[in-house]
């Protein structure tokens, strides 16, 4: 809408990072990860705090069918679930050919049959900031898929260091950011009938000179709302259609990370960028699948 402002909610982090929303709390979850804590945003009053220190760095979130926190942390490596009672359930560490140690999870979405998907980059680990020890990347950065029965399995390896991803609101669809590439890429990769494997990709979306995109959601119309990057006039939020065309932007005073829609209407768009977190009423709501 016209006089709809973005709002600034929130300042005072080293790299806000994951938000996802939780609608039955009227509250907002986000990742300061240098920081290593969790943040939390209460839609009733505005209010600020501390959700979870130390996070062990965590970065990307997402809820699962039964409402469930799914974070992916850098410091051990490993994705893990936050159950009802407060508990840690570990869903991934280890993967691929003799059970190698996964990098660092970056981010991470949850399907409407219970499995998981997330990425596994490199950055975590390479940097002692967001919580790795400095080491180069032990494995491939892949893409990985957590079954309902909890098994592990290779999406894909030939992505250079894949980041934000999403569904499309019928989920046959699974895009993917690949940072490692450059220009930065846009990935759409068809699902077969079962939703459980990858059959073809292609790139839906290159990112011009110096410009950088990081996390995504999709509308329930299926648009494509990107964290984008790139300096003065550039930073912000970046919008395509299901096709890649472009549509818009929403400039920020700093580069966005990653976002989510939330809210009463499930029409506030939330943005996690750089040293803050800022909302914007827009006129579409987001998709409102499990984990989205």
Do not use: Q
């Amino acid at each position: 809408p016209p006089d709809s402002p973005v709002v600034r909610l929130a300042g005072g982090m080293a790299w806000a990072e994951g938000p996802v929303w939780f609608g039955d709390g009227r509250f907002l979850l986000w990742s300061d990860i240098p920081n290593n804590r969790v943040m939390r945003w209460c839609a009733e009053n505005g209010a600020v705090s501390v959700f979870r220190a130390p996070s062990h760095f965590a970065n990307g979130h997402s809820r699962d069918r039964r409402g469930r926190l799914v974070t992916c942390e850098h410091e051990t490596r490993r994705v893990t679930r936050t159950e009802h009672d407060g508990t840690i359930t570990v869903l991934a560490a280890r993967a691929g050919v003799g059970g190698g140690r996964l990098n660092s999870p970056n981010d991470v979405v949850c399907a409407s049959d219970g499995s998981v998907w997330f990425t596994d980059p490199d950055y975590g680990l390479r940097s002692v900031y967001e919580g790795g020890c400095g080491a180069a990347a032990e494995a491939t950065t892949n893409l990985y898929r957590i079954d309902p029965a909890g098994g592990i399995h290779l999406a894909c390896t030939d992505f250079a260091n894949p980041n934000g991803l999403c569904f499309s609101p019928d989920e046959t669809i699974l895009y993917v950011i690949e940072t490692g590439a450059v220009p930065n890429r846009i990935w759409a990769c068809m699902l077969d009938d079962g939703r459980c494997a990858i059959v073809r990709k292609s790139v839906l979306v290159t990112a011009g000179d110096g410009e950088l995109a990081d996390g995504l959601r999709c509308d329930a119309e299926g648009r494509l709302w990107c964290g984008w990057g790139g300096g003065a006039g550039r930073d912000g939020v970046t919008v395509f259609t299901p096709a890649g065309v472009r549509l818009g932007h929403i400039p920020l005073p700093e580069r966005c990370a990653n976002l989510c829609f939330g809210g009463v209407r499930g029409n506030r768009l939330f943005m996690a960028a750089t040293h803050s977190l800022y909302a914007l009423h827009v006129n579409v709501r987001g998709d409102p699948g499990p984990g989205r």
